[in-house]
């Protein structure tokens, strides 16, 4: 596709349950990001990709949460033991192999932990 | 770690008045990019600046980035209904992953 595509767009699930969140990047791309952004905060960084290498995982909260890339393309966050502070919108961006370049976002998976 | 600060959180203005909003890092930055988000929507790049002092412009928009390349600003000049949104700025310290700042929401009153 011509932008970046994540699923699902929503995702509900009960405390404790464990959840996977798909990001199909702009293809190409090289860099993969995923962010997590709480309700009118900005998008907070926790890990980074290039190509199927976690080059960077410093934003991971806990250690239930867990990324992988293992083809250097799609990228699944997955999140473990789910509890209610997770409840927020989940972001993929990708951007070229250059360094800093601009980033394209997904729309974004909205997650719900009841 | 490295925070962005961005004021105001929020802001109203008459459509047609100017609209300026403020980023300040707590490090120097190597670039700062801007992304607008829309209601529901996701960020959207807008620009990115890398030298000390730079002034870029895009049509209503002007984006500036300190002499230190620790702060910078937006402004919009005469602003329309489809400049509602929120503003974030995103400083980079030097690898790829970006901080983002809190974020401006714009409402305007047509």
């Known amino acids: 596709g011509a932008g970046v595509s994540q699923s699902p767009r929503y995702k509900v699930a009960k405390r404790g349950q464990d959840v996977a969140l798909r990001c199909d990047p702009i293809?190409?791309?090289?860099?993969l990001f995923w962010y997590q952004q709480a309700l009118g905060q900005g998008p907070e960084f926790l890990t980074y990709?290039?190509?199927?290498?976690?080059?960077?995982k410093s934003g991971l909260p806990s250690d239930r949460f867990f990324a992988e890339r293992p083809e250097g393309s799609v990228s699944t966050l997955k999140i473990q033991r789910t509890q209610q502070e997770d409840s927020a919108v989940y972001l993929c961006?990708?951007?070229?192999?250059?360094?800093?370049?601009?980033?394209?976002f997904g729309d974004g998976t909205r997650l719900s932990i009841l | 770690g490295q925070q962005v600060m961005q004021i105001p959180q929020y802001q109203h203005v008459q459509e047609g008045e100017d609209f300026t909003t403020y980023c300040n890092s707590s490090?120097?930055?190597?670039?700062i990019q801007w992304y607008k988000q829309r209601p529901g929507g996701h960020p959207v790049f807008l620009i990115q600046?890398?030298?000390?002092?730079e002034v870029k412009k895009q049509k209503r928009l002007t984006f500036q980035f300190g002499e230190a390349k620790k702060n910078s600003s937006l402004h919009i000049t005469a602003t329309q209904t489809t400049d509602v949104g929120t503003y974030f700025c995103?400083?980079?310290?030097?690898?790829?992953?970006?901080?983002f700042g809190q974020g401006t929401r714009l409402t305007i009153n047509p």
């Open positions: 961006a990708s951007s070229p192999v250059d360094r800093n370049q601009p980033q394209h």
């Open positions: 293809s190409g791309h090289v860099s």
């Open positions: 990709f290039q190509n199927e290498a976690q080059l960077d």
């Open positions: 490090t120097t930055l190597s670039n």
């Open positions: 600046l890398v030298k000390s002092g």
């Open positions: 995103a400083g980079s310290p030097g690898a790829q992953k970006l901080v």
